[in-house]
Structure formats: C-alpha cells, structure tokens
C-alpha cells in the first residue's frame, strides 16, 4: 500500500534511509550520507504533504518524495518540456532486504501516474553520477538523461538530471 507520511513516522523513514545510506556505501556509492536525507528534510516533505510510503504487511520498506516544486539547483538545467508543469522525484528509497523486487517500479508508477492524473507533461528527478544501477532504472522506464548539477553538501561528484515526458 502507497500512502502519505505522517510526522510520527520520521524515526522510521530515517532508519530506512541511513540503511540504504550504508549499503551504497558497501558498494562504494556515496551519494547520500548522515546529512542527507535528514529528518528535517523529511519533516519539510511531509508538511507539503509531498512523502509517500510504501508498506507491505504493516511495515514501511519504501518512501518517495513528489514534489510539484523544482529546487534552485535545476533552474540552471535545460529541460525538455517547460517548466510549472512538472513533479519532481526525491528521496525514492527501498529498505535493503526489499530491493531487485520490483518495489521501486511499484514507486515510481505511482508518481507517474500521479503526475498524470493531475494533466502534468513530465516527470523529472536527478540521481548520483557514480550510481550506474539507478541510471539503467531510469533509463530503462524512458527517462531521458539531460545535464549534470551538484549538491556539494553530498558529494564532489555530480548528479545527472533526467525527466520523463508523460
């Protein structure tokens, strides 16, 4: 089941993400660290009523921000459709021992057909430069890769822009 966060849950969203933050570091992926994603970051999301959960049996093994708001970093990025007509993907994370079955596609149909559903024409995130899985991902659902911009409170590598023209 897909539904929104509540604020009671931010201890366990930042549990499930510093999991995920481990394991890209056992694979050599810095790209998130204990600074990013953060429970305030997750608090700001919720408030926007923007954090969605995924639960199976009554736990959450999944989370993904949709945000109809383009952070300043993508205001330089030239992207395929006009801007104010688009959500943007953030924070997308599934609980280690869930991942490669299918959750994350579960997630991201979600959004995408959110997206739709409110008569939006794309669908944009980013994802670390150094994370060749989550690029196959996206560019396996049709995203098109575009420019790079960095987030130098994360890493000194940069970030690939993508967006999905619905």
Wanted: hydrophobic share 35%; glycine share 4%.
């Amino acid at each position: 089941m897909i539904r929104h966060a509540k604020i009671s849950e931010i201890a366990a969203i930042s549990s499930l993400t510093q999991a995920c933050t481990k394991m890209m570091e056992q694979n050599g992926i810095y790209q998130w660290n204990y600074h990013y994603p953060s429970a305030v970051v997750f608090e700001k999301d919720i408030r926007r009523n923007e954090l969605y959960l995924l639960e199976k049996q009554n736990t959450i093994i999944g989370c993904i921000a949709i945000s109809s708001l383009m952070d300043l970093e993508y205001e330089t990025v030239t992207w395929v459709t006009p801007n104010n007509h688009s959500y943007y993907i953030h924070r997308l994370a599934i609980a280690p021992n869930y991942q490669r079955q299918g959750y994350a596609h579960q997630l991201m149909d979600f959004a995408e057909d959110l997206a739709r559903n409110k008569g939006l024409i794309s669908v944009r995130l980013d994802t670390f430069s150094q994370n060749s899985g989550n690029q196959k991902f996206y560019e396996s659902r049709g995203y098109q890769k575009l420019e790079t911009i960095y987030f130098p409170h994360q890493s000194k590598h940069p970030f690939y822009c993508y967006e999905l023209v619905l």
